[in-house]
């Protein structure tokens, strides 16, 4: 009979933040697979767990572990998978695992608790009945701008997770890209310097800013979605935008053209210009 595959949920920061559940899995199975055994060893050792680690499932291996861990699996053994922090499987390793796992017919059982997406989306006064967790923000500059362009028009909450390296950055394309949507941007969630910063992306900038360039921690940033009705002013410019890239107006010449036509600004032209 084979064993079963445990996808057990960690503190992301509050060692508080486990379930009874979690603690009593991690107990009685016979193997846990971490993501960095230092980091899982933390929470281990605060509780007395003793349960051995077997292969590690970090990014760049992964596919790699799938087989031994499966044989693992397969002669009856019962596996906890956890990353370093929070629900596993989201933004980290295992899913290769766990869809492997279900192709041969082990059963998986999730054992919920800690997310920084939901512990962010709860607390940010932004719509939570409609959203999308959308990872990292590309790194490319180029790749970054077009992604912000293309949830112009997303009515659902957006979250994604951003590097304190790139933060600033981010923050200036979204005020040129996205300048009216409100922002929420959630700082070392459960941790002792916990943060949340709400207001446009702008006001956020400033604030970041004030701070003589020191941005650290981990970042959970949320962008408010489109309110999803599109005014008539809004259609004639897209329809003017359409029309100047059909005749291939120079880009700056057909800027002032749609800006003096349809009374919106010039971030806003360019947005409409560069659609396609």
Do not use: W
């Not at 349960?51 to 970090?58: E, N, V």
């Not at 291939?248 to 560069?274: D, F, K, T, V």
């Amino acid at each position: 009979m084979s064993g079963k595959l445990f996808i057990v949920s960690l503190p992301i920061g509050n060692l508080a933040d486990i379930s009874l559940r979690a603690i009593k899995t991690l107990h009685v199975v016979d193997f846990i697979s971490a993501e960095d055994t230092r980091d899982t060893r933390r929470v281990l050792d605060h509780y007395r767990i003793n349960t051995p680690f077997t292969r590690s499932c970090y990014q760049g291996v992964e596919e790699g572990r799938v087989r031994p861990l499966l044989a693992l699996l397969m002669s009856g053994k019962d596996i906890a998978l956890v990353s370093d922090a929070g629900t596993p499987l989201i933004s980290d390793p295992g899913y290769r695992l766990v869809r492997a796992a279900i192709a041969a017919g082990i059963e998986i059982v999730a054992i919920p608790g800690a997310s920084a997406v939901i512990a962010a989306l709860v607390s940010s006064g932004l719509p939570s009945d409609r959203f999308v967790f959308d990872g990292a923000l590309p790194r490319k500059e180029g790749k970054r701008n077009a992604y912000l362009q293309r949830i112009y028009r997303e009515e659902r909450t957006v979250i994604l997770y951003e590097s304190p390296h790139r933060l600033v950055s981010t923050l200036r394309a979204m005020a040129a890209i996205l300048p009216e949507r409100r922002i929420v941007l959630a700082r070392e969630l459960t941790k002792m310097h916990e943060e949340i910063l709400r207001g446009k992306a702008n006001e956020i900038l400033s604030i970041l800013e004030a701070r003589d360039g020191k941005v650290k921690g981990e970042y959970v940033l949320l962008i408010e979605g489109s309110k999803g009705t599109v005014k008539r002013e809004q259609k004639e410019a897209e329809e003017i935008a359409c029309l100047l890239r059909e005749e291939a107006i120079p880009s700056n010449l057909a800027m002032q053209i749609l800006a003096r036509c349809s009374g919106c600004s010039r971030n806003e032209a360019y947005r409409l210009l560069h659609l396609h």
